[in-house]
Structure formats: C-alpha cells, structure tokens
C-alpha cells in the first residue's frame, strides 16, 4: 500500500511535496533512534500531514532541512488559511516558494499544474473547474482539503515570497472523524431546546458533510440559509444579520471575528450563547459568550484563559454533563428559594397579625431561631444536593430575562403560605377552646404545627411542577436523614427542652392534630398543581 501511493508520485512532484511539507510546517517529527515510531506534534492539520508524509510516504523530513535554508516564513493564521516559505538550497542561488493552505484558496493562486507524470501544464478554464470538482467532491466526504503550490524563482530575479503564477503540486484530504458520542450529545442539547451552531474554518462543502456526520444538519433538507459563509455573514447589515442569524446553523470559512460577530449578534438577539472550542482563533469568542468552554488538551492556552470552563477530557459529550449539572443547580436553587420564602412569609405574618391583635407572639425567639436552622442549613442540604434529573433535560432553557422566582414557584408559595397562615391564625385564635388547654399548650401546639408544616413542605418543594413528589426519594439518602433529623429534634424541643424552647408537652392526640393538620400540605401542593400559570 505504501509503495504504490509513493510510486504513483512523480520523482519530481515527490521532492516538491518533500520540501513543502518539511519545510513549510510547524509541526515537528522526532525520532528518538533508527528502530522507533516517530513522535509528530504539531496542530491536528500539521500532524496529519507529516504522519502522511513520514509514515505512509515513507519521506524523510530532515533531508531537505539539512540541504535548504529557510528565507523568509508566512505563518498560517485563521484569516488567509495558508501558510508559505520562501527557500533556497545551500550554495546555489536560485529561490524556491511553497505555499501550503485551504485548497480553493490555494489554485486561485495557481496558473499552472503538474500532471501526473510530473511535467507541467497550463491550467486553463476547463482544468480550473476540473480542480475545483475535485476539491468538492473530496470536500462532501467530509476531507479537509490541502493544496501546495511551488514556484522558483530564477537566480537573477529578487527573491520574494509571490502569492501568484503558482504551479499547483497537489491535493491532500485530511479526515478528522466525527468522535464517538458527539452524535447522541447534540441530540440531547436539541431535545434540551439547544440550538446547535458549527464555526469552522473548513470550506462550504466540508463544513456540510461534516454538520450532517455529527446531525447538526438532516441529510435531505434544504440548507440553503442554514449554511453561510463568513464573507457572507460579515457583510450583511446588521439587520440582515439579525433577522437571518436564528437559522444560520454552519458557518463556513470563518475568520476570528466572524466568530465573535456570530455570538455578539446572538446575545444581542437575547440568547444565553456557550461557545466551545480549542484554538486561539476562538478565544475572542470563547470571551464574548456567556459560557465558554475550552479543551483541556488540545487546547492552547489564550483559549483555556478565555473561557470559563476548561474540558479536561476535550469531549464534546461534556457539554451535556454541563447543561445537566447547570441545570440542575438553577433548578434546586429555585426549590430552596421557594421553600424558604415560604416559610419566612408563614412566620411572619401569624406574628404580625399575632402581636398587633392580642400583644403576644405565638413564635418565641428561640423557637424562631430553630425554625430558622430547619430552613437555611438543614432545607439547602436537603434540596440543593438533589441530584440531576433526566427530565431536567427535556425542559426549554431559561431565558436571560426570566425571573429567578417562576410564576410556577409563586403559584406553590403562596397556596402553601395561605394555607399555613390560615392553619396557624385558627389556631391562635381558637386553639384554647378547640382543644381546651391553657396559652402555653396553645403556642406549643403553633410552634410544632409550623414545624411540621416545613417538614411535609420540604416534601412538596423537592418538584416545582412534577405532581409525584416522592419520585428519586429513595435515592437522596441526605434529604431522608434531615427530615429524620429535623423531625427526632422537633420531638426533643418540645417533650425535653421545655425551659429552653418555652414549650409544654403534648399528648398523643394533640401530637396527631399537629401532623395532620400539617399533612394537608401535600394533598394541597398536589392540587395546587393542576393550576396552569
Ligand atoms: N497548518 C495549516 N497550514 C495551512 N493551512 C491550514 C493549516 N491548518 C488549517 N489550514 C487551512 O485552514 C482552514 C482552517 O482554518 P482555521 O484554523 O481558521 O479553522 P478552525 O475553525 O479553527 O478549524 P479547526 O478548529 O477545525 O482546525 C482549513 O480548512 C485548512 O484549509
Ligand atoms: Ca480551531
């Protein structure tokens, strides 16, 4: 295999490419002695080439080093996507250009071609298209295509490193497969209403095969606005851009500033937008966005510098872990805020209403001290450690504008509070004659009401909108062991701590009446449920 890829090479056309590819590089190949594999580093295109070269070409890069000196360097960069030296061999005069880049580019730059034995030839209309069919035919593969062009310089002419009248000396399709995995996470990110949006540097026809390998685009529909160019993209008005951005889904041949346009203008659209990439063409837009997420590997530094989260593993299927745990700790955060207002809401309106009708508060310090370990320390352990769940993953995202408090969440609290209120008030108010029993039995039976109510609530806050609170239960082992904590307590303040916490003990009924009164809570919040917001 190898000897008829190198033997199918003109002698000529195969020291051209072995002086462009050793010479006009910044990838490097080590050998550390004669019998081991050589170690190539480089940029993922830059290693792909040498390891085609060396490997596969069998060519050693340290001959033309040792027998030419380099001039002058054009390094690549993301926005002429070439890159080109200028040589000349030891003790001769004559100079030598290589240019290596983005194919189309590249032949645009050509004005001749070595055939395929090697001689050269005139590249006229008919050839240019020819080329041209084949870089797109290569491209809709999914390849990266290369060329390299060469042109010398005669002895007496000044060595300048030209950009035209080129010789073209080949083509090279790069394959970089799209990895295991990638498939299914962006799936999950559009089922998590996520729209996915690919930014490369690759050309029209490549940027597609590839967006439909990884289904960011279907095979069969018409993409003629989900595809754009960066050209295209930059020279819009900004209200083209605006109006036209929402279906932009690749970007081809994109510059760095096309990148960082693409997220300006999405913000700005008033979209949460998380960027992820690894070379430094991204960092302005890994710094623009919301989140952005670099690779931990191949990623160069300015763009682990410019993001806000490193990927160790440089797998896209990460993104999805992100979202999932993002989400997830917006998601408890709204339940621990809704549980405490709650509470705090309860508390202080049956002691306001307490101490303006009768000049005594039913809720002593302590006690609302110890309500309030119950709802700060106990209630965020509780909920905030509440583990990621797969319906997390089906819900639209949250928009920059919405408020922290849903109208979902105010829907719970205020039933919940209403009906706490309601329970505490009655009995302040008729809890003597109800259950006949003096003003400290009375409080007594307030205070252990008002706990018990937080207690099954905290049951009712673990889901904002799921009706079965008790899904997952089995699994939070902490959330089990606070409540039972939180409940053995309750129990000590009141039959022990009689001095401490100004409370009387209470009988089996009286104890009953406390619980199933606060027990009403969940066949409420499970009512409360059906109301649409
Ligand atoms: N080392 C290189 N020498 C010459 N041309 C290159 C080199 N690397 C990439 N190219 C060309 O530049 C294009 C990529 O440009 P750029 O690096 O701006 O894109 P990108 O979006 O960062 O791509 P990726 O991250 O997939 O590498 C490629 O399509 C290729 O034609
Ligand atoms: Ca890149």
């Known amino acids: 295999m190898k000897d008829s890829i190198s033997t199918e090479i003109a002698p000529n056309v195969h020291e051209l490419l072995q002086q462009a590819i050793a010479l006009n590089t910044t990838g490097t190949v080590y050998k550390p002695n004669s019998r081991s594999l050589p170690e190539i580093s480089g940029s993922p295109t830059e290693k792909a080439i040498l390891s085609w070269a060396v490997l596969d070409l069998g060519m050693n890069v340290d001959n033309p080093k040792q027998d030419y000196d380099v001039i002058q360097v054009a390094a690549f960069n993301s926005e002429k996507k070439r890159s080109g030296v200028l040589i000349r061999r030891k003790n001769e005069s004559a100079t030598h250009t290589h240019w290596k880049g983005a194919a189309e580019m590249i032949v645009a730059m050509c004005s001749q071609y070595y055939d395929r034995s090697g001689t050269v030839k005139v590249m006229d209309d008919e050839e240019r298209t020819e080329i041209g069919k084949i870089i797109q035919n290569m491209a809709a593969k999914s390849l990266r295509c290369i060329a390299f062009a060469h042109t010398k310089i005669p002895e007496d002419n000044e060595p300048v490193l030209g950009e035209s009248r080129l010789t073209l000396v080949g083509l090279v399709g790069l394959k970089d497969p799209c990895r295991p995995g990638v498939r299914r996470a962006v799936e999950s990110c559009i089922d998590a209403g996520v729209s996915i949006k690919m930014i490369t540097g690759d050309n029209v026809f490549t940027a597609k095969a590839i967006a439909i390998e990884c289904g960011i685009l279907q095979p069969h529909e018409d993409v003629n606005e989900a595809v754009i160019e960066g050209v295209e993209f930059r020279n819009y008005s900004p209200e083209e851009r605006m109006e036209k951005i929402n279906k932009v889904r690749v970007m081809a041949r994109s510059s760095p500033f096309d990148k960082l346009l693409m997220v300006q203008c999405l913000k700005q659209k008033g979209h949460v937008v998380a960027v992820t990439g690894d070379g ?168 252990n009401t008002f706990v018990f109510c937080q207690v099954f609530n905290e049951f009712n806050a673990r889901k904002l909108e799921k009706k079965n609170i008790f899904k997952g239960l089995h699994k939070n082992k902490l959330f089990l062991g606070i409540v039972g904590i939180t409940i053995i307590l309750q129990v000590v303040m009141v039959e022990f701590l009689k001095r401490f916490a100004n409370t009387q003990r209470l009988n089996w009924g009286q104890w009953g009446s406390c619980i199933g009164l606060a027990a009403l809570s969940w066949p409420i919040g499970w009512l409360v449920k059906w109301i649409p917001v």
């Open 280 to 447: 430094t063409n991204d960092a302005p837009a890994l710094k623009e966005a919301d989140i952005g997420l670099s690779m931990g590997i191949q990623g160069t530094e300015v763009t682990k510098e410019s993001s806000d989260i490193v990927i160790l593993d440089d797998n896209f299927t990460s993104v999805v872990t992100v979202l999932r745990w993002g989400r997830c700790v917006y998601n408890n955060i709204q339940k621990f805020i809704q549980f405490q207002l709650t509470v705090n809401v309860a508390a202080l309106v049956i002691n306001f209403i307490a101490a303006l009708s009768s000049g005594e508060v039913p809720l002593t310090a302590v006690q609302l001290l110890w309500v309030n370990l119950i709802m700060d320390t106990f209630g965020a352990l509780a909920l905030a450690t509440e583990r990621p769940t797969d319906d997390l993953m089906t819900n639209p995202p949250v928009g920059r504008s919405k408020p922290l408090i849903s109208n979902i969440m105010w829907r719970n609290l205020i039933a919940q509070a209403l009906y706490q209120v309601a329970v505490l008030l009655t009995l302040q108010f008729r809890g003597k004659s109800v259950f006949g029993v003096d003003e400290r039995v009375k409080n007594t039976l307030i205070f």
